[in-house]
């Protein structure tokens, strides 16, 4: 199952999740521990919630996955050592 999905279904542990996910995307072990406390989940869960929350808000903004940046770089390197 989908792991925003699955908190999905709560909406206490979905509020929860993105309040905290409003105020830190990156929140340290201690953070995602107390909120896995607070909100009866595993630290793990919790942790595999924020990536993939992190990945949509990427998506959402409409960043470029580094490996697609990486190679759009290549191509424009070798376009500059071309001409």
């Given amino acids: ?7 999905s279904e709560d909406q206490e542990k979905s509020a929860a999740l993105e309040d905290a996910f409003k105020s830190c995307r990156y929140p340290d072990a201690l953070t995602r521990s107390l909120l896995a406390a607070d909100i009866g989940a595993t630290e793990e869960d919790v942790q595999n919630w924020f990536a993939a929350r992190l990945t949509k808000w990427r ?3 409409g960043f470029v996955p580094i490996a697609e940046r ?4 290549a191509q424009n390197m070798n376009k500059t050592v071309k001409s």
């Fill in 1 to 7: 199952m989908d792991i925003l999905k699955k908190f």
């Fill in 59 to 61: 998506k959402e903004e």
């Fill in 70 to 73: 990486a190679a759009i770089l």
